[in-house]
């Protein structure tokens, strides 16, 4: 398998030269927080697939509604106006729990294009009330929001630009909060740089020009930053005064990661639109999709609902993954999922700040079972462990030499985003092995 694997089968963002795949590893099968390789392995997955598998593996309840809706109706296309249960029973349902007045669902196969079809909708927006110059969009460095050229050009890692000539005129930066690798020290400081920042790059701009500004509540995989508290309220409020939409990419911290079904919840914020994926259907059955407000939705309808005619997938919507969807989001609540993640997430941070007496251990971050090691060979100067001669790939093996699964970013930092079912002794598995990973880093 391995060799029809490295013969045929491209892997997203790794390498294409097959010889450079000898490393391919096949996953057999998964229960709760743990899978099997064909070695018949044990590993314990610290990463929930790719922050996504939050209710775990091997979950009965979900197979069976996956089976039984694929056998009554596998497919309808909102195209011709034809609807499913389960997807209507699914928005329903995420509109009563999302804060505010986030009444209305947009699905899609994933997060890529839940942010392209956001960026869509908020253009729709400003077509609709007469101000069709807005199309400028702002995003953070160290930001990622998908693969698709648009959310490549949004997301701020140089490999997804490559060859695209992006991010595209349209799309703009500024710096990340980025605490630990912040000039400034206080919070305070820092949430009022960030706001600064925006004001800066709006004037700059032109003020009549910015659409939207896009963020994620913690940044995943520029690094798992966490901003500090009041952060998303304060940006929040600057798109409100500066007359431009607020997007919260909730495609990794929604649906638990962080504690409760989103993190703007937490924060406190409406966002005017949110785009999640993921933990929607827990990586069963592909589906992401877009909330947006009722004063976003109803402007779109009203003045230019027509136009949205151009937008839309074969599988949005698709019935067998909204099943899921609702099972999935069954299990967070009456499942107990939500409240054993927050209980498992005090544990895993107070596991990995146990660490920090390690010599390569600079930084403990995280919130909810999202958490973050920064590795420095100086802890003084926050020196970067440096990238080649550590690359990540050499630490992920090393991890999964030691039966676990966790992701190495590129500087140096290690990822942690459990599934919420896991137990005591499962978070106590992952940070005792993430201790022998420093180790074997450090000689
Ligand atoms: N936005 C964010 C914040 C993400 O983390 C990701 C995926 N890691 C995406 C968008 C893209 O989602 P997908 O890979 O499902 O297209």
Known sequence: IVELDRAHLIHPVASWRSHEKAGVRLLQSGKGAWVTDALGRQLVDGFSGLWCVNAGYGHESIVEAATRQMRELPYATGYFGLGSEPAARLAAELAERTPGDLNHVYFTLGGSDAVDSAVRFIRYYFGAKGEPQRDQFISLEQGYHGSTTVGAGLTALPVFHNGFGLPFPWQHKIASHYPYRNRATSDAEIIAASVAALKAKVAEIGPDRVAAFFAEPIQGSGGVIVPPHGWMKAMRETCRDLGILFVADEVITGFGRTGPLLAS?????????????KGLTSGYAPMGAVFLTEHVYQTIADGAGASLVGHGFTY????????????????????????????????????????????????????????????????????????????????????????????????????????????????????????????????
């Open 265 to 277: 919840s937490e924060d406190d914020i409406v966002p005017d639109l949110v785009t999640v994926a």
């Open 316 to 443: 949005s919507a698709h019935p067998v993954s909204a099943a899921v969807g609702l099972e999935v989001l069954r299990l967070y609540e009456e499942g107990g999922l939500l409240e054993n993640g927050r209980a498992m997430g005090v544990r895993l941070l107070d596991g990995l700040n146990g660490l920090r007496d390690h010599p390569l251990v600079g930084d403990v971050r995280g919130r909810g079972m999202l958490a973050a090691v920064e590795m420095v060979t100086d802890k003084e100067a926050k020196t970067p462990l440096p990238a080649v001669a550590e690359p990540g790939r050499r630490i992920f093996d090393r991890a999964w030499d030691n039966g676990l699964i966790i992701r190495a970013f590129a500087h140096g930092v290690l990822g942690f985003a459990p599934p919420l079912c896991c137990t005591e002794a499962d978070i106590d598995a992952i940070v005792e092995r993430t201790r022998m990973v420093l180790d074997l880093t450090l000689a």
